[in-house]
Nanobody
Framework: QVQLVESGGGLVQAGGSLRLSCAAS????????MGWFRQAPGKEREFVAA????????FNADSVKGRFTISRDNAKNTVDLQMNNLKPEDTAVYYC?????????????????WGQGTQVTVSS
C-alpha cells in the first residue's frame, strides 16, 4: 500500500520557520516529481512547490518565492519543505504529493498520490 505521511506542522508566530517532511512508503518515487500543496478553509487547494525526480530542478509559487525551499532525498524516499519568514496567510493544511511524471508541474491533476495533510498555523 502506497502511503505519503507528512509531519512537522504546528503553530508558529509570524516571521518564524517550520520544516515539513513527507515520508513515502509502499514504493519508491525516485523517478517521480514531488510537490507540496496547501488548502486554507473555504479555498481551493493551491500549488506551493515542486521538485523534479532528481532534485535538480524545482520551482515555487510566487506567493512563497524567497521564503520556502523544497528538497528531496531519494535514498530515504523523503521530500521536505523548509518554510521561513512565515506569514498569517500561509496558514493552511499542507499536503505532500507524488506526480505521475518525472518533471515538475503545478497542476493538481498531475499528482497521483497524496498524503493526509499537516496543519500549519501562523499567528500574527
Amino acid at each position: 500500500q502506497v502511503q505519503l505521511v507528512e509531519s512537522g506542522g504546528g503553530l508558529v508566530q509570524a516571521g518564524g520557520s517550520l520544516r515539513l517532511s513527507c515520508a513515502a512508503s509502499g514504493r519508491t518515487f525516485s523517478s517521480n516529481a514531488m510537490g507540496w500543496f496547501r488548502q486554507a478553509p473555504g479555498k481551493e487547494r493551491e500549488f506551493v512547490a515542486a521538485i523534479n525526480w532528481s532534485g535538480g530542478s524545482a520551482f515555487n509559487a510566487d506567493s512563497v518565492k524567497g521564503r520556502f525551499t523544497i528538497s528531496r532525498d531519494n535514498a530515504k524516499n523523503t521530500v521536505d519543505l523548509q518554510m521561513n519568514n512565515l506569514k498569517p496567510e500561509d496558514t493552511a493544511v499542507y499536503y505532500c504529493a507524488a506526480s505521475r511524471y518525472s518533471n515538475t508541474d503545478s497542476r493538481v491533476y498531475k499528482y497521483a498520490y497524496w498524503g493526509q495533510g499537516t496543519q500549519v498555523t501562523v499567528s500574527s
